[in-house]
């Protein structure tokens, strides 16, 4: 990478801070559920943070400063991501389902086993759309780690016309974090119908908590309802 290019990248992860930072200090902040990630860690086993693509405008700001590792696809929007979560102390490993996962792998098992925090998103970075993909199922299995699902919503947003339906939240919104349940994978050696039947308990309850974060403030309205966008 040039010099321009690394200096071009660098002001986009200070503007994406900056501007997010400033959305969300505008915002009042719930967070439901904390509870969860509380026992979690209690329970002394790596975690596995979920959560969909379509939810993760507010995932940087609101994990910063943890030292959370997280797995940033090698693209171009990934890039964007990692600059702007790397200034915020997240810990970036590159890779994805569509690029070379091996070193990406050993890192992710490595760290995990050392009792590290890891956020993934389970149906980047191409989707589809809010299909838990198995390699978080399967690290969880190698690692004995907790997966946790996590969302959010706001009370004033948008969902853009994009693949995920991205969720972005306006100014002056209020939000809420909400943490789910605590989900442990199938014990190694699991037979094919067994890690099936998690994975889609997984899909389901990550898909769920969505709901529930939309429906915080006021009734739902599905993925794909022509609603979405009156919701202000």
């Known amino acids: 990478m ?3 290019e690394e200096l071009r990248w660098r002001t986009v ?3 994406g801070r900056f501007l997010i930072r400033l959305w969300a200090l505008s915002c009042r902040i719930r967070v439901v559920g904390e509870e969860n990630y509380l026992a979690a860690k209690r329970g002394g086993k790596p975690i596995i943070h979920l959560v969909w693509h379509g939810r993760l405008f507010f995932v940087p700001y609101f994990f910063r400063r943890r030292g959370l590792y997280a797995l940033v696809s090698p693209s171009r929007d ?3 991501i990692a600059r702007i979560a790397g200034g915020w102390g997240f810990r970036i490993i590159r890779g994805s389902g569509s690029h070379s996962m091996v070193r990406a792998w050993q890192e992710m098992k490595s760290k995990l086993q050392e009792g590290a925090e890891l956020i993934i998103v389970p149906d980047g970075p191409r989707g589809p759309n809010r299909i838990f993909k198995p390699g978080g199922l399967k690290l969880a299995q190698e690692t004995g780690a907790s997966l946790l699902p996590f969302s959010f919503s706001a009370s004033k947003k ?3 016309r994009s693949w995920d339906r991205f969720l972005f939240f306006y100014p002056f919104s209020r939000l809420v974090a909400l943490y789910g349940s605590p989900i442990t994978a199938p014990v190694m050696p699991a037979d094919e119908a067994e890690f099936e039947r998690a994975r889609l308990e997984i899909e389901k ?3 769920l908590l969505d709901a529930q974060a939309d429906a915080f403030f006021g009734s739902p309205v599905q993925p794909g309802d022509p609603r979405e966008n009156d919701r202000k």
């Open 13 to 15: 992860g200070l503007l």
């Open 158 to 160: 948008k969902f853009l």
């Open 78 to 80: 990934g890039e964007i």
């Open 2 to 4: 040039s010099a321009w």
């Open 205 to 207: 309850a990550l898909t």
